[in-house]
Nanobody, 116 residues
Framework: VQVAESGGGLVQSGGSLRLSCAAS????????MSWYRQAPGKQRELVASISYDGSVKYADSVKGRFTMSANNDRDTGYLQMNRLNSGDTAVYYCNVWEYNSGTVYWGQGTQFTVSP
């Protein structure tokens, strides 16, 4: 099973960016897909997560600015990020939780930086 993020880069403060996540391989039932981020010197934190029923939860710091979406199988997902600020600079990771095995698969992460 592979999980791959894409879409990182450099964006100006106040700008927007969309990250993508794709899970592939022998994965049959994804219960949830989540986005985490880790800024330099900080712990990894949950940004957003979409569950099997389509419900999405967000970290308080991104509510109203970030929107997570995914297809019905939750093997392809997106994180639309608006009104970015320097506090959003981090490596962003995607993971998927496979229902049958209970295994969580992580991607390698994608970095983006918000410039002043």
């Amino acid at each position: 099973v592979q999980v791959a993020e894409s879409g990182g880069g450099l964006v100006q403060s106040g700008g927007s960016l969309r990250l993508s996540c794709a899970a592939s391989g022998e994965i049959f039932s994804i219960n949830a897909m989540s986005w985490y981020r880790q800024a330099p010197g900080k712990q990894r934190e949950l940004v957003a997560s979409i569950s099997y029923d389509g419900s999405v939860k967000y970290a308080d710091s991104v509510k109203g600015r970030f929107t997570m979406s995914a297809n019905n199988d939750r093997d392809t997902g997106y994180l639309q990020m608006n009104r970015l600020n320097s506090g959003d600079t981090a490596v962003y990771y995607c993971n998927v939780w496979e229902y049958n095995s209970g295994t969580v698969y992580w991607g390698q992460g994608t970095q983006f930086t918000v410039s002043p």
